[in-house]
């Protein structure tokens, strides 16, 4: 807009210049083309109506960082989410124990579907006895190899708050439900830590032995990795050491898969004595590639089953992405099968999709058993993703439901990159918004086009992010895209309006400069219009409900459809600005004729600026003054009479053209008028152009005269006449959506 102002600025300073108009007349024309043709409150109006929308969004617990991204968030086509507190509870429990040798025991009270149900601790029970050492030794490892702690010692146990994570915190709760974890801890006191992180996806703690020499290492962790770790295990069935062999193994792989399949992330356990260490001995944990002390040969202590039950809102938010046509992909460092039973549960993978009997994605299958195009849905392990050849990309990011289980934060940000790459370099040129909460989720954070960090994620997540979910809920980023393409609606809308009364604006200095006319109105009147009577109807289109679902509709394509786009340029300047600009001139012609200018006059008698030049000898023909030539007082007082009509014809115009612009495709009699903001807008616009032309302090101050009665008259019926053309166009928009002008007429 900026541009074609000053470009039209400069084509008709030269042309003024070349048909003899002194230099200052043609840089005072330049000037007011370029402020009618730029909308002064257009900034502000975009800005205020973002910082609105973001401020709303704050209240569902999405905290916007840039207002900027709030209309990027409308254009997402892909969601890339973490599955642990994002689409699940984050309230973990213990369900169920496996013992050494893979026998399961499992808990009997039911699983948790709301999240107003409180978890059941999985306690020692009689028919357990025969385990109780094993359970014993779960119970303990599970204390120690913690770093949860209770806040508060009132509720009850599984009520109470604590300082660690999820996993952990579910941990003690189980632990302390079994025992006295304060004791155990006492009699283990911790001595050194090598801390779990994303890329081992194990912990080991180091712990004194009470009245002891020795120290008990305790590791905790995904199961193959712990298991890897192990070379011994306790037989249940005779209570004897045993070497953890290939049928051991399996015995407890087919105990993880059958838990893992109902959606619980599995913890495997286990430990060792250290003998004959100094009391005094350094330990080296930062590097477990440099460690000074045994980091395998474990013995195997058993495993435990964590439930996370999905949240509420979760499935019906899937559901609402998958109607907008935006694709959810979960991304999880749990089991495969864990990450594809929630996906299963919640609609990710729909049985469309093969639901809780998705293909796991196997490399080692020929390509065509693998990419398998009869499959809608697919389950990708991040150990493979190394191994994938762009046909395999394509086959996977292509897919209707997809799930990356036991992915790495570097991998996520390489499942980003593909889908944001162009489509010219094998890309899904996707808008991604990503979740994280780690300290390693930041690059992912920062490459996606949307990053959203969780609330209760690190500070370096929330640093990197351009959205913050407050509540952790995934249910919250669909109501942020829900806003986002609202918004982008609703500025659409606010542009339009604000644009059509640039053409009644800038029309009256080319009339001035090419055919002579009197000055239709000034630069401080195109003011008043664009910072004044505009600007509250304009920042009240963010407060306007949709026409539709906009939900139910795809996201829009961001290459194309731009906020200006050359369809609202048509829409504004050649089709309401032109009846604005109608408008305005025919009262104009009107006031100056009732003050003895006949329209002969104005529109051959060649006044242009001499109207303005009390030392012009030029005589302003107006048969209701003495002699036949008006004077420079009267011809003054009756130009800005004239404006002041000018200015109050474009007001009124832009009242109906306020209601017209309300919707882009619905009638505004189903839409209805029951935005308290723009109504509010209509009567301060009212209110101003009234104290404009009737208040005398006014007149002096904007160069203004009161009108006539019969001004307003006139302009009515083309205010009535726009909001009914705009009807007829909307009307003919929705009878033929398949037309090919349909794309020239809808902005």
């Known amino acids: 807009i900026s541009v074609i102002a000053m470009t039209i600025g400069l084509i008709f300073f030269i042309c003024a210049a070349t048909m003899g108009y002194e230099i200052l007349e043609a840089i005072i024309f330049t000037i007011g083309i370029i402020v009618a043709n730029v909308p002064e409150g257009l900034l502000a109006t975009v800005t205020v109506a973002l910082?609105?929308?973001?401020?709303?969004?704050?209240?569902?617990?999405?905290?916007?960082?840039?207002?900027?991204?709030v209309e990027t968030l409308g254009s997402v086509t892909a969601i890339a989410s973490d599955k642990t507190g994002t689409l699940t509870q984050n309230r973990m429990s213990v369900r169920n124990a496996i013992y050494p040798d893979g026998t399961v025991r499992v808990t009997q009270h039911p699983r948790r579907r709301s999240i107003k149900e409180e978890p059941v601790p999985l306690k020692m029970e009689a028919a357990d006895e025969a385990f109780r050492p094993y359970y014993t030794s779960l119970v303990e490892i599970a204390a120690i190899c913690n770093h949860a702690n209770f806040d508060d010692r009132k509720d009850e146990i599984l009520k109470r708050n604590t300082d660690g994570d999820a996993s952990e915190s579910a941990l003690l709760k189980f632990a302390h439900s079994n025992a006295d974890s304060d004791a155990i801890r006492k009699t283990y006191p911790e001595y050194a830590c090598v801390s779990f992180n994303s890329t081992n996806k194990f912990m080991v703690t180091i712990h004194k032995i009470k009245n002891s020499k020795d120290y008990r290492l305790c590791i905790k962790g995904a199961p193959e990795r712990v298991m890897s770790r192990c070379s011994t295990y306790t037989d249940t069935k005779n209570g004897q050491i045993g070497q953890l062999n290939d049928a051991v193994k399996a015995e407890i792989v087919e105990s993880n898969t059958k838990l893992a399949k109902n959606g619980e992330r599995v913890l495997a356990f286990g430990e060792q004595i250290l003998k004959d260490f100094p009391e005094d001995f350094q330990f080296e944990t930062e590097d477990i590639t440099k460690c000074n002390f045994p980091m395998d040969g474990f013995k195997f202590c058993g495993m435990l089953s964590l439930e996370d039950p999905p949240r509420e809102q979760v499935p019906g938010a899937v559901r609402a992405c998958h109607e907008a046509s935006i694709t959810v992909i979960m991304v999880t460092g749990d089991h495969p099968l864990t990450g594809r039973s929630i996906a299963a549960q919640i609609g990710i993978l729909s049985?469309?999709?093969?639901?809780?009997?998705?293909?796991?994605?196997?490399?080692?299958?020929?390509?065509?058993?693998?990419?398998?195009?009869?499959?809608?849905?697919?389950?990708?392990?991040?150990?493979?993703?190394?191994?994938?050849?762009?046909?395999?990309?394509?086959?996977?990011?292509?897919?209707?439901?997809?799930?990356?289980a036991r992915t790495l934060p570097t991998q996520k940000q390489d499942i980003v990159d593909r889908l944001q790459a162009d489509k010219d370099k094998g890309g899904l040129d996707h808008v991604v918004a990503v979740t994280g909460d780690g300290v390693n989720d930041s690059p992912a954070l920062k490459s996606a086009r949307v990053g959203i960090a969780m609330g209760s994620g690190s500070e370096v997540a929330k640093e990197a992010s351009d959205l913050i979910l407050l509540d952790d809920d995934f249910s919250s980023i669909v109501k942020g895209i829900e806003e986002g393409r609202l918004i982008f609606a609703n500025l659409k809308k606010s542009i339009a309006y604000t644009l059509t009364s640039n053409i009644p604006e800038i029309i009256p200095f080319l009339a001035q400069i090419v055919i002579?006319?009197?000055?239709?109105?000034?630069?401080?009147?195109?003011?008043?219009?664009?910072?004044?009577?505009?600007?509250l109807p304009a920042i009240s289109f963010a407060y306007e409900e949709s026409?539709?679902?906009?939900?139910?509709?795809?996201?829009?394509?961001?290459?194309?459809?731009?906020?200006?786009?050359?369809?609202?340029?048509?829409?504004?300047?050649?089709?309401?600005?032109?009846?604005?600009?109608?408008?305005?001139?025919?009262?104009?012609?009107?006031?100056?004729?009732?003050?003895?200018?006949?329209?002969?006059?104005?529109?051959?008698?060649?006044?242009?600026f001499e109207w303005g030049k009390e030392s012009s000898s030029m005589c302003f023909k107006n048969d209701k003054v003495v002699g036949g030539c008006a004077d420079y007082k009267y011809r003054t007082f009756a130009l800005k009479k004239a404006q002041s009509a000018f200015l109050a014809s474009i007001v009124m115009c832009q009242i109906g053209c306020g209601l017209a612009c309300k919707t882009r495709l619905s009638s505004i009699l189903k839409h209805g008028v029951s935005n308290p903001v723009f109504n509010c807008g209509l009567v301060q616009e009212t209110t101003l152009i009234l104290l404009l032309v009737y208040v005398p302090f006014l007149n002096t101050a904007f160069n203004t005269e009161p009108i006539d009665a019969e001004d307003w008259l006139i302009a009515l019926p083309f205010s009535i006449f726009l909001l009914c053309y705009d009807e007829g166009r909307k009307w003919w928009l929705r009878e033929n959506p398949d037309h090919w002008f349909y794309k020239w007429l809808y902005y």
């Open 51 to 69: 910082t609105i929308t973001a401020e709303r969004m704050a209240t569902k617990n999405v905290l916007v960082k840039s207002t900027l991204i």
């Open 351 to 404: 049985e469309a999709d093969g639901g809780q009997n998705a293909p796991i994605y196997d490399v080692a299958l020929s390509k065509t058993e693998r990419n398998d195009e009869s499959k809608s849905g697919v389950v990708v392990t991040g150990d493979i993703l190394k191994d994938l050849d762009e046909d395999d990309w394509n086959y996977i990011l292509s897919r209707k439901g997809i799930v990356f």
């Open 516 to 535: 002579k006319l009197p000055l239709g109105m000034t630069t401080i009147m195109i003011l008043c219009i664009d910072l004044g009577t505009d600007i």
């Open 547 to 608: 026409e539709s679902d906009i939900m139910s509709i795809p996201p829009r394509d961001r290459h194309n459809d731009k906020l200006v786009t050359g369809t609202l340029i048509s829409f504004s300047y050649l089709q309401i600005g032109i009846i604005q600009a109608m408008c305005a001139f025919t009262v104009f012609f009107q006031s100056l004729a009732r003050q003895g200018f006949s329209n002969d006059f104005i529109l051959t008698g060649a006044s242009g």
